[in-house]
């Protein structure tokens, strides 16, 4: 789809799609096949199952597609999970002397890698999100590391002041789209170099997949972070490749109904006196609503605020009903989860992050009251 003026929606439905021939599916099934008819010189087209399958090709057309709407030459990467693509970017430009900065607030992962990046003689520095934090740590960067909103403090940072500090200084930037996805906010548009999401989250939007992906614009990093999947074989199985294309067609269905629901349940919150600490950047009075205003075009769905404590809050979570006490986020069902539990994010012990799904606004936000009700009675 070149033209770039069509809707979101639009492009969600017909992204990736094949050109259509006669008595074939509009979106062909997956292909499973360790390798190929190759006769011959291997001279293009598909050899072997770890460098190519034709299922991944639809997916990664999509998902550029979504990434730079109209855009030519930006080369999009599927991986196994997000962790995979996280770690394809950071490990295949980062080389023994460098320096990486990374966010203190980021997905909680991401302490695992910086353990392996000291190992291999990276220098890791690591600022807070907020207040573009991440500057002050940024003299002599090989690569920034920018996670915008960060999970699950939700803070934001701006996106293109980061890029144009990072290019002047020397540095690459990559930009941990997750939680906004290319429907909220698209990085390459904002100047970064990479463009990586887990697409567990609200990408494919059904908490029964794992996957993620890398786009990139320059031919040659993206060879680098293509060879390193090769390499690694970080690789993800046709079948979840095509139900992450099929789940497309739904995304910005799927996104508008969460982001006004977490709207809406963030504006409920803001009038509860057992609630503090409430973040969206979707609203108004939020510290970082300003900054997002000029970068996103959707809030994302993930809603965070704070409990008097943990007893509290595990009541909460107890007592909803239609809300799933499960970690992971952007699903079409809500999850909601005390994060403080796996030790590795700054929370307090009440904090929440409520993943905002695809329910009538009225009955999970009716849910969410008489819950907090409960949970203090």
Known sequence: MTDKNYGDGTRAVRAGLPDPVKYEPTLPGPVFAAHFHLPGEPTGGYAYGRDENPTWTHLERAIGELEAPGEQGVETLVFASGMAAISAVLLSQLRTGDVVVVPTD?????????????????EVRTAPTGGDGQLAVLEGARLLWIETPSNPGLDVCDIRRLVREAHAAGALVAVDNTLATPLGQRPLELGADFSVASDTKGMT???????????CRDPERAAEVRRWRKVVGAIPGPMEAWLAHRSLATLQLRIDRQCSTALALAQTLAGRADVTGLRYPGLPDDPSHTVAARQMRRFGSVVSFELADRKRADRFLEELRIVDDATSFGGVRSTAERRGRWGGDAVAEGFIRFSVGAEDPEDLIADVLRALDEAGS
């Open 205 to 215: 939007g059904h908490g029964d997949i794992l996957l993620g992906h890398v786009s």
């Open 106 to 122: 980021g997905y909680q992962a991401l302490p695992l890698l910086h353990e392996q990046l000291r190992a291999y003689g990276i």
